[in-house]
C-alpha cells in the first residue's frame, strides 16, 4: 500500500488526522478540495454558487483520476467523492482507505465552530443544517462502507489516538 486515503463527511477529521498521519509516516499529505481551489482558483462554494454542483463534480472527478498513481501520499478526499464509484473502486485496489466517522450530532456542533463552514462550503440540500446533515448520511454511509477498508468512529478520539489506530490497522507488510 502505498497510498492512505480518508474518507467520510464533513468536520470529521480528515484534513486535521490526515496531516498528522502523513506527518507520521514522513509522507506528503494531499487534501483533494484544497487541491481544486488552487487549480480553480475559486472556493468550492465560490464554484458551486457560479457554475453549480454538476460542475463542481466533474471537476472533482478529474481531480480524482489523477490520485490513483500517486505513492506515499496520505489523502483527505472532500465528503461527497464517494459518489464517483468508478474513481473510488481504482482508488480502493490500490490504496488503504479509512472512513472516519462521527454522528450527526457531533458533526453538526462542528460545523457551527469551524469557519469554514460559512465561508467555503455550499449547502447541500438547502433544507437546514441538521436535516441536511441527517440526508445526505444517509445517502452516503452505505458508499463509505463499501469503499473503506477500516473504520474510526471520530466522536471521542483525539488526533493522535486516531493516527495511532490507524498506524495499526494499516495491512501488515505494507508500512514503510
Not at 31 to 37: A, K, P, V, Y
Request: proline residues 2%.
Amino acid at each position: 500500500m502505498d497510498k492512505i486515503i480518508l474518507i467520510g463527511f464533513r468536520c470529521v477529521g480528515k484534513t486535521t488526522i490526515g496531516k498528522r498521519l502523513a506527518e507520521a509516516l514522513n509522507w506528503k499529505f494531499l487534501d483533494l478540495d484544497i487541491e481544486i481551489q488552487k487549480e480553480t482558483k475559486k472556493t468550492i462554494k465560490e464554484l458551486v454558487e457560479e457554475k453549480g454542483w454538476d460542475y463542481f463534480r466533474k471537476v472533482e472527478k478529474e481531480s480524482m483520476k489523477k490520485l490513483k498513481d500517486m505513492k506515499n501520499v496520505v489523502i483527505a478526499l472532500g465528503g461527497g467523492s464517494v459518489i464517483h464509484e468508478d474513481e473510488m473502486k481504482l482508488l480502493f485496489k490500490k490504496s488503504f482507505i479509512v472512513w472516519l466517522y462521527s454522528s450527526p450530532e457531533v458533526i453538526l456542533e462542528r460545523m457551527k465552530k469551524d469557519e469554514k463552514t460559512i465561508s467555503q462550503r455550499p449547502s447541500l440540500k438547502n433544507s437546514g443544517l441538521e436535516k441536511e446533515i441527517r440526508d445526505v448520511l444517509k445517502e452516503r454511509i452505505p458508499l463509505y462502507e463499501k469503499f473503506s477498508h477500516f473504520k474510526i468512529d471520530t466522536d471521542d478520539i483525539d488526533v493522535e489516538g486516531a493516527v495511532e489506530k490507524i498506524l495499526k490497522n494499516i495491512p501488515q507488510g505494507e508500512k514503510r
